[in-house]
């Protein structure tokens, strides 16, 4: 029960409450007893004031041969009150009158101090004492005034119950009210999670309900949904990618079932007959060897496993050298190959470079036209393979970067590559342009060439 966040914010929200009307309950009955002192003090005071007044005016109106402790008893008999005592001792601390029953401590007098309050209990009943000195025929007298504390406990001790009693209702609500509040806030969660539940790889279309995309839950859910629009496309390029690579596959293994079959039907064939076999089936078996080695190399770039050997290098001997290994595949159509550029020195992975320049150069010869031209320039950074081709169509020039796209399959099938002739080069291209900080991107000139440019930051 305690894993449930349900639960344990409804306890986090009960403690909460439990703290703040604590410390509510504690600053409230610290005040209100600080309120009941301060009151019972003042009326204390003004008691003691009118002790004195009364006494002092006693003393005026009597004969002038009538004795200061006459005036003090005298008064003592007017002030009879439930709450409030008092007591007057002589001089020499002898007891002149009191108005209560308790009897006092002989050392009641000397432990209180002029004008201070002091607390002490008769009787096991407790008082608060303030102390008086006043002055009749030039002599001090000690007036003590004491309040009974019995009805301000009383009150004390009733807040206490009253917040006892209330503390538990109270939490109790609090819990109600705060597991209702979880309920509801948390509803938006768990109904996410049961459509979480269904979404798997054969609905993977569906999305979570957002109720209010502004609040935090709301979020959530919109980052998830954002996390399965990934996961959807991953996975529709994944489905697209082995249907494409099951497609590719199979033509040059039925091409090598196809011959094989053929050869073995009759016992007795020629040699030359056995050879055009074999040679079918070898240049089959290279084409499949070059679309697995791209698949791998594919395969690597998704799992980010790039695996370079980055080191200072020259960009124009490593594409002068790709042209080098390129023509005689453009002198077969009569393609005219021109390279021209400046040194460039650059820091990168050679092999990963090679291939990203064989590409290019293999993917503008085998589109081009017989007696065509592809020139080849670097200047600075930017590398610029262009071919007099046919143009690729409007929409297209992102697409020929897409893994198995082809503008046309069949003449690429047919024509003699460096390459797999899959489709895939240009993606691997672009793979390898990406992995060096560079970009590379298709244009059209303004007198017919296909322009393919790789842009390296230095």
């Not at 006459?70 to 008064?75: D, F, K, M, N, P």
């Not at 002029?114 to 008086?132: I, K, Y």
């Not at 629009?229 to 996975?235: A, H, I, K, S, Y």
């Not at 011959?259 to 290279?286: C, F, H, M, P, W």
């Amino acid at each position: 029960m305690f894993r449930s966040i349900r639960v344990k914010l409804t306890l986090w929200y009960i403690g909460a409450v439990a703290i703040v009307f604590a410390a509510f309950a504690f600053a409230t009955y610290s005040l209100f007893v600080r309120v009941l002192q301060d009151e019972a003090r003042t009326n204390v005071t003004e008691m003691a004031n009118n002790f004195v007044k009364t006494v002092t005016q006693e003393q005026k109106e009597g004969k002038r041969s009538a004795r200061p402790e006459g005036a003090i008893i005298q008064t003592l008999d007017d002030f009879h009150f439930r709450d409030y005592h008092f007591a007057v001792f002589a001089p020499d601390n002898h007891l002149i009158g009191k108005t209560m029953d308790q009897d006092l401590p002989p050392d009641l007098p000397a432990s209180i101090g002029e004008n201070h309050f002091s607390s002490t209990d008769l009787d096991n009943v407790p008082f608060n004492v303030l102390e008086r000195t006043f002055r009749l025929d030039g002599k001090p007298y000690k007036l003590l005034v004491f309040f009974s504390l019995d009805d301000q406990i009383s009150i004390e001790n009733r807040i206490q119950r009253i917040f006892i009693i209330v503390a538990p209702i109270l939490l109790l609500f609090a819990g109600l009210g705060g597991y209702f509040l979880a309920r509801e806030g948390l509803k938006p969660v768990a109904i996410m999670g049961e459509r979480a539940k269904s979404i798997g790889a054969a609905n993977l279309h569906e999305r979570l309900p957002v109720a209010n995309p502004n609040d935090e839950i709301g979020n959530l859910a919109v980052v998830f949904n954002q996390l399965l629009d990934r996961l959807d496309q991953e996975f529709e390029r994944q489905r697209r990618f082995m249907a494409d690579a099951s497609h590719e596959l199979r033509t040059p293994l039925a091409i090598v079932q196809g011959e094989s079959e053929v050869a073995l039907q009759k016992d007795t064939r020629s040699r030359e007959e056995y050879q055009d076999s074999l040679r079918i089936v070898n240049d089959e078996g290279k084409r499949l060897t070059k679309i697995v080695e791209d698949l791998f190399t594919l395969a690597r770039a998704d799992s980010g496993d790039a695996n370079t050997n980055f080191k200072e290098l020259y960009l124009n001997e490593i594409l002068e050298d790709c042209v080098t290994s390129i023509r005689t595949l453009a002198r077969k159509h009569g393609i005219t190959l021109q390279f021209s550029g400046e040194e460039v020195k650059f820091r990168g992975d050679e092999l990963l470079l090679r291939r990203l320049f064989i590409n290019l150069l293999d993917n503008a010869v085998k589109y081009n036209y017989d007696g065509g031209l592809v020139d080849v320039n670097i200047k600075g950074t930017t590398v610029e393979v262009q071919n007099t081709g046919p143009e690729i169509p409007a929409g297209q020039s992102e697409l020929v970067f897409e893994r198995f796209y082809r503008i046309d399959k069949t003449h690429a099938r047919l024509q003699e590559t460096l390459t797999s002739g899959a489709g895939l080069g240009l993606s691997i291209s672009k793979w390898i342009a990406r992995i060096h900080h560079a970009e590379i991107t298709h244009s059209r000139s303004v007198d017919g060439k296909n322009i393919f440019s790789v842009v390296f930051k230095r």
